[in-house]
């Protein structure tokens, strides 16, 4: 192994800065030359390629976002593309890849790496909807934010006797909207993964305004959507003034949490480890605490198994 490069694709996550900075590290202290790929398979296929060194990657483990940038590209989803890419690492002399991203991201590293070069997948994006690992870099941070937002909705939906509906990213997975919503103590929490049951929580707001309850906090899951219809349906049974907040990209930003960091680093520096013993095909996770590798095949394959005990427990403390 004489050259590791890096991209990050697809939507960027909170913690994809600290994994940077453990692999262009990790690969320098093992003496290996670290090439950092820009904007994703979009600056692979246009050789946005350049060599890092110990200082690029200062200051940024603490960042959210990518120094990288990211992108999706459409070109790289054909054989031309990945074709195309394929010549441009051997342009490079890179002969090991990190790819850091979601599913969408792993399947482009499974196609590299059928094609002959080394490639290991760190799991990076908010969404947590990936089933091999118990956690995406990423999604804690998210969790903090919405966290954050929702306690602050809380404050004035208190003050003003309304009902608020949260609407939180999470493509098709409900873990952003389940999490921020144990956290944030919400009245009714509403996931693709569960039939949408509009009598349980007009009922709860209704008990809930009985016994002098002010607000009343509905996380929504934006892969269940329509946030505006329910808002209208809870209007007409309950009468109850309901407003609808979007937290949107909001979700992907900020400073890392330390779990992310430390996931990250820890994540970054065993893919340069892997790639130094030659392995290869390998997408990294976290199972009970410990860092895992399964087969990029496995990890995208793998759905995604909702934390059915945490959602039982939601609605049994939002009584
Ligand atoms: P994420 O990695 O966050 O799931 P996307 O699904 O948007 O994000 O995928 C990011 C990029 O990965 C895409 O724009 C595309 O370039 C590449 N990609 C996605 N699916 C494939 C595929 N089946 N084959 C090759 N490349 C793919
Ligand atoms: O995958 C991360 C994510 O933020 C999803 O939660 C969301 O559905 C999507 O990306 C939004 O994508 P874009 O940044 O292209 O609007």
Redesign the pocket.
């Known amino acids: 192994m004489n050259t590791i490069g890096m991209l990050t694709?697809?939507?960027d996550a909170p913690g994809m800065n600290a994994a940077i900075r453990a692999i262009a590290r990790t690969a320098i202290f093992n003496g290996i030359r670290v090439m950092g790929i820009r904007s994703?398979?979009?600056g692979l296929i246009n050789g946005n390629i350049y060599e890092m060194n110990v200082s690029s990657v200062a200051d940024i483990i603490q960042r959210g976002g990518t120094m990288l940038g990211s992108?999706?590209?459409?070109?790289?989803?054909t054989k031309k593309g990945?074709e195309k890419g394929f010549n441009i690492l051997k342009d490079f002399g890179i002969d090991g890849l990190v790819v850091l991203?979601?599913?969408?991201?792993?399947?482009?590293a499974e196609?590299l790496s059928n094609m002959g070069i080394k490639t290991i997948g760190i799991p990076c994006?908010i969404d947590n909807d990936m089933g091999y690992t118990d956690f995406t870099i990423g999604f804690y941070t998210a969790v903090e934010t919405a966290s954050d937002a929702i306690s602050k909705l809380r404050d004035t939906s208190s003050s003003h006797g309304r009902a608020n509906i949260v609407e939180v990213m999470g493509r098709h997975c409900g873990d952003i909207a389940l999490f921020s919503g144990v956290a944030s103590g919400a009245e009714s929490i509403i996931i693709p993964e569960k039939e949408l049951d509009i009598e349980m929580i007009t009922n709860k707001i209704k008990r809930g305004r009985k016994r002098g309850k002010l607000h009343h906090i509905i996380v929504l899951a934006e892969g269940v959507g329509k946030p505006y219809e329910i808002k209208e349906q809870i209007k007409e049974i309950t009468g109850v003034d309901t407003k609808v907040t979007i937290l949107g990209h909001i979700q992907r930003g900020g400073s890392p949490c330390p779990y992310d960091r430390l996931l990250a680093t820890e994540m970054g520096s065993k893919a340069v480890k892997l790639l130094i013993e030659g392995r290869s095909n390998l997408a990294l996770g976290t199972v009970g605490g410990k860092i895992v590798s399964v087969s990029i095949e496995e990890a995208v394959s793998k759905e995604r198994v909702l934390n059915e005990e945490l959602y039982e427990i939601s609605g049994e403390i939002s009584i």
């Open positions: 694709s697809g939507g994703g398979y979009d992108a999706r590209s459409e070109e790289f989803k990945q991203g979601g599913d969408g991201s792993f399947k482009g196609k994006t």
